[in-house]
C-alpha cells in the first residue's frame, strides 16, 4: 500500500498488505512512476492497481515503458488520459465510448458497471443478504458532510415516514459538521422510532436491518444494492449525479434529483409511494438481486493476471 497515512490503516491491513508507505504529496508524474517502479522492482512484480485520482495519463505511460500492468480506478468527474491496461468504474452509467478520445494506448481496456464494482468484505455474509421485515429506512450521505441533506429532509418530509409507521435510522462519519443540528431535532421532536448513529463500526449489520433508503451518490448505493435496499437517490454533489442517474436506469434505485436543486414533490410521492406499497419495494429489491454480486474483485483480478 503506498499513499496514505498510517492513521488509516486497521488491524486487518497488518495481514492484507507486506508493507504500508505513507505518501502525501504527489512531487510530479515523473517522479512518481520512478517511486513506484522502485516499489515494484523491491517486491519483483510487474503489477499495480491504482486508485490515487493524480494518476494521470504520463504517470501511467511510465510504467508501461517497464511493461508494468496496470488496473486503474478513476474518477468520472475527472478530465483525464488513460494508459492504463485496465481502467475500472462500478458505475452503471459508465461506458467505453465516452472515452474513445481520451485512451493513449489501443489496448486500453474498459471494465465499467456493478459487476466489476469492489465490495467490501464485511459485506460477503448471506445472512446479511436475507430479507429483513422491518420497516426501517436508513438515511446516509457518505463519510464527510452532508450538506446539510439530512436536517433538511427531517424537517420536511419526516411525517410522512411517521404517518406510515416506519423507523428510521441516520448514519453520519463524526467529520459531519451538522451533527449538533440533527441531533437537537430529534431531540427536539421527541420521536423515539429515529436513531442516530456516528460513523458506527457494523455498518453492515446496520444497513441489514433496513429494507428501504435514502442515500447520497456515494459506493454506499453499491453496498445498499448488494444487501437488496432500494432507495431513493439524491446526490448531494454534481459527481454523484450521474451514478444515481445510471443506478435508476437500471432499476431498484430511484434517481428524485440533486439536493441543491431538491424537487420536494418528486421526493414526497416517491417516499408516500415506496413506504405505502410494500410489494413495490419487493420488487425492486428483485431487481437489485440481479444486478451486483461479491465477485467484482475476483472478474478484476483474473483480468489483470490471466488476459496478459
Not at 60 to 79: G, M, P, T, W
Not at 129 to 151: E, N, P, V, W, Y
Request: hydrophobic share 35%; glycine share 6%.
Amino acid at each position: 500500500m503506498i499513499g496514505p497515512p498510517l492513521s488509516l490503516k486497521d488491524k486487518t491491513d497488518e495481514t492484507n498488505f507486506l508493507e504500508w508507505i505513507p505518501r502525501e504529496s504527489w512531487l510530479s508524474s515523473e517522479s512518481e512512476a520512478d517511486f513506484h517502479l522502485s516499489v515494484l522492482k523491491k517486491y519483483n512484480s510487474k503489477h499495480i492497481i491504482i486508485d490515487d485520482y493524480r494518476s494521470d495519463g504520463e504517470h501511467q505511460k511510465r510504467l508501461r515503458e517497464e511493461n508494468v500492468r496496470i488496473v486503474q480506478q478513476y474518477d468520472a468527474s475527472k478530465k483525464q488520459n488513460f494508459a492504463a491496461n485496465l481502467v475500472v468504474n462500478g458505475s452503471p452509467h459508465e461506458r467505453a465510448e465516452f472515452y474513445k478520445k481520451d485512451v493513449l494506448y489501443n489496448d486500453v481496456e474498459f471494465l465499467l458497471g456493478p459487476q466489476y464494482c469492489i465490495l467490501r468484505p464485511i459485506f460477503f455474509n448471506d445472512e446479511l443478504k436475507k430479507c429483513h421485515k422491518q420497516k426501517r429506512i436508513l438515511m446516509t450521505f457518505g463519510g464527510g458532510s452532508d450538506r446539510g441533506a439530512i436536517l433538511y429532509i427531517l424537517k420536511n418530509f419526516y411525517q410522512i415516514i411517521a404517518d406510515n409507521n416506519w423507523k428510521l435510522t441516520i448514519v453520519v462519519s463524526d467529520k459531519n459538521e451538522n451533527i449538533g443540528d440533527v441531533s437537537n431535532w430529534i431531540s427536539s421532536n421527541g420521536s423515539k422510532d429515529i436513531e442516530l448513529m456516528i460513523s458506527p463500526e457494523n455498518m453492515a449489520e446496520i444497513m441489514s436491518t433496513c429494507s428501504f433508503a435514502v442515500l447520497g451518490g456515494g459506493t454506499t448505493i453499491f453496498e445498499a444494492a448488494y444487501l437488496g435496499i432500494p432507495a431513493l437517490l439524491i446526490p448531494i454533489a454534481d459527481n454523484q449525479i450521474n451514478q444515481c442517474v445510471g443506478w435508476d436506469e437500471l432499476g431498484g434505485m430511484t434517481y428524485v434529483s440533486n439536493f441543491n436543486e431538491l424537487d420536494d414533490a418528486k421526493f414526497a410521492e416517491n417516499l408516500r409511494s415506496f413506504l405505502s406499497e410494500p410489494s413495490l419495494i419487493e420488487s425492486h429489491r428483485q431487481n437489485l438481486k440481479t444486478i451486483i454480486d461479491e465477485h467484482g474483485y475476483e472478474r478484476i483480478l483474473d483480468k489483470l493476471l490471466n488476459d496478459e
